[in-house]
């Protein structure tokens, strides 16, 4: 049993289309995060839900809407992407808003050309 | 603004001898540090974590050091194992929060 899901695995897509990246935890936690590792290899947080609830929103463009229709989900849609958003991005979950371990999926490599 | 450096892009060590990960930080407000560790095409997993009250945490064959004065942790692996054979990130939090600063990660090599 996969505790932290995403799908899809890999996405390809061209510049200006528009994405979605689906998440989704197993394991009743209440918070659940996106981070984003780029070509310099850093992993940094994007957004964290706690309840549903949008609780970190980092500097990140508005092309990016995190949607949390119940804590167990959270997705990632990328409207006009251009080819800078070509990265992996990760899902993770962690029990409640503390320094709980983080739980992360396996990631979604996303090539855009 | 790399707020937490990881300077060894990789490391090589024989199996069953010591692995040491150094990881140093620029943010004094840190004061709690984790470890994860990466195998390829899979999600980081926590490995050890250290807060900033404390200048040594063990699990096993994993403790982590945590010099203050000197805005450094190190990761020791005794003894080091093929398996441990890993991307490790080194990352840092401050006040609470529950948002991590990550690390460019080190590349760990255990050969048999």
Not at chain 2, 51 to 72: C, M, P, Q, W, Y
Request: hydrophobic residues 30%.
């Amino acid at each position: 049993d996969t505790a932290v899901s995403q799908t899809p695995k890999y996405l390809v897509t061209q510049m200006g289309n528009d994405k979605s990246i689906k998440c989704e935890q197993n394991l009743g936690h209440d918070t659940m995060y996106w981070y984003k590792q780029d070509s310099k290899k850093f992993l940094k947080i994007m957004f964290s839900y706690n309840n549903k609830e949008l609780i970190i929103n980092e500097t990140v463009p508005n092309r990016f809407s995190p949607k949390s229709p119940d804590k167990a989900h959270l997705n990632l849609h990328i409207n006009s992407l251009e080819l800078g958003d070509s990265a992996v991005y990760f899902c993770a979950s962690s029990p409640r808003r503390d320094r709980s371990p983080l739980h992360f999926g396996n990631g979604t490599r996303l090539t855009v050309t | 603004d790399q707020q937490v450096k990881q300077n060894s892009p990789s490391l090589s060590v024989q199996e069953g001898r010591i692995s040491i990960l150094n990881c140093d930080y620029t943010n004094s407000m840190f004061d709690y540090f984790l470890w994860y560790k990466k195998y390829p095409a899979e999600g980081p997993t926590f490995l050890i974590s250290i807060s900033s009250i404390k200048d040594k945490n063990e699990d096993g064959r994993f403790t982590v050091f945590l010099n203050k004065s000197a805005k450094h942790l190190s990761l020791h692996i005794v003894p080091s194992q093929p398996g441990d054979s890993a991307v490790y990130f080194c990352a840092g939090s401050q006040g609470g929060s529950e948002k991590l600063v990550f690390g460019k990660g080190t590349k760990l090599t255990v050969n048999p």
